[in-house]
């Protein structure tokens, strides 16, 4: 036996274990500090925002935005509501938002439980299809694409141009578009978590491709269909580079794009400006209060199921 054997196991010291307590709040410090950081950065620009819409412009006029307020005023939302008529491009931006989200989860689902529980051979090939779509930068089709919507013709009651372009039908298809491979992608890697046993026994039990799809695999993922439907939201309600390029129409546009006119119309007066961004921001925060417990439901489960 070894000298180390016969001593015995080694017993720590206090010197070693102070060190260990004085080397873990550094990290910890560290870490906080970062966090706090972060939500400093992340939040400045918003409360600088909010900061410049409840002062008049009179005030940041004389004494500049990056000045103590003198007088605060929320004339500027009820300003920034009625002359830009902001409820009628609320609106628009719902008529194109809601549709949008409601058809890609539809297709997107259903392509994902194709590729997820239906053995084909060309499963692979179509998921990689599909996530390849994200990855075309949006600038680089806008050419060909603005030529193609000024050549399909459209019914009058879907566009009363008649055409793809300037009609919001054609705002929904390039979201649909352009959204779907993401979600596939998701739901998909999610669907794939789901035990096979619960497949086998549907089938031992004589039900269709159908019931296994709406009654048995939509129901567990609702988690996170809420979650891309949050998501979704999000990115199809803030979009400004569609509505910008393929409508011309102002009165068509969403609200986002429609903050671009507000600029033009009164350029000097950010403080209203600002305002109605505040005013257009509140559709997506709500969204997210409502779904909350299921968007953060969504990221957990698909994270910690296998």
Not at 4 to 17: I, M, N, W, Y
Not at 172 to 199: D, T, W
Not at 231 to 238: A, K, P, Q, S
């Amino acid at each position: 036996m070894s000298a180390e054997t016969l001593a015995g196991p080694r017993v720590s010291s206090p010197a070693d274990g102070h060190a260990g307590r004085r080397r873990r709040p550094w990290g910890q410090a560290a870490s906080q500090l970062f966090l706090i950081v972060s939500c400093v950065l992340w939040i400045l620009p918003i409360a600088f925002a909010l900061y410049v819409a409840v002062r008049p412009y009179s005030d940041t006029r004389k004494y500049g935005y990056v000045s103590l307020p003198h007088h605060l005023t929320f004339s500027n939302f009820s300003d920034a509501w009625s002359q830009s008529d902001m409820g009628h491009f609320l609106w628009n931006s719902v008529l194109i938002t809601v549709p949008s989200v409601i058809i890609v989860l539809t297709l997107a689902s259903g392509v994902a439980f194709v590729l997820s529980r239906v053995d084909i051979k060309l499963n692979v090939a179509l998921l990689i299809l599909f996530t390849a779509g994200n990855l075309l930068p949006q600038q680089v089709i806008i050419t060909p694409l603005y030529r193609i919507y000024l050549k399909i013709p459209l019914p009058h009651f879907l566009a009363g141009s008649g055409l793809m372009y300037n009609s919001v039908f054609g705002l929904i298809v390039i979201n649909v578009a352009f959204q779907l491979g993401f979600c596939v992608f998701v739901l998909s890697n999610y669907m794939k978590s789901i035990p096979g046993e619960m497949y086998e026994a549907a089938l031992v039990d004589g039900a269709s491709l159908w019931t296994r799809y709406w009654r048995l695999t939509v129901p567990l993922c609702r988690p996170a269909l809420a979650a891309l439907a949050t998501l979704l939201t999000t990115w199809i309600y803030n979009d400004f580079f569609w509505a910008i390029t393929l409508m011309s129409s102002g009165d068509k546009r969403p609200v986002t794009s429609a903050l671009a006119n507000l600029q033009g119309q009164f350029v000097s007066n950010q403080n209203m400006i600002a305002a109605a961004a505040m005013i257009a921001a509140i559709p997506t925060l709500v969204v997210y209060v409502l779904l909350q417990k299921q968007f953060i439901a969504g990221l957990s489960l698909g994270s910690s199921k296998g």
